[in-house]
């Protein structure tokens, strides 16, 4: 699909991690929880992957103040929370296959967690560039 909503539901964390939060009271509580989705990039290219605490129609503003993404084993990037942002987007390219994303929310105290939604939505190529 494009878009596509991934949620904390179906991330997969390590056993000793426990059941990640998915359900709505898991969420409103703000369980400190992270994993990562098993993902199946179906055609390569540049994506935008917003990280979300709640849907984006919820507009719930992020508490904290930086997030971060990792996508397989490449480098972790990381930015900054705007003030009263409901999501923070990066743009990324992916390859086409198997991989995994993760993320985390980084509050003022230090507590993290991962994003509860993230929002993926391939981005078409400009006009004239060709297919990578």
Known sequence: EN????????????????IPPWNQPHITQRDVA??????????GGRYALTLRERPAAAKFVLPAKEAQIQ??????????VAKDATGVPFELDLAA??????TWLIEP??????AYYVDVEYLPQAKGKTPE
């Open 3 to 18: 878009p596509v909503q991934l949620s904390s539901h179906d991330w997969m964390p390590p056993m000793t991690a426990g």
């Open 34 to 43: 992270n994993g990562a989705w098993n993902v199946r990039v179906v055609r």
């Open 71 to 80: 996508i397989g084993d490449q480098e972790k990037l990381s930015q900054e």
């Open 97 to 102: 296959g198997e991989t995994q994303i993760k």
């Open 109 to 114: 105290d230090g507590k993290s967690r991962g």
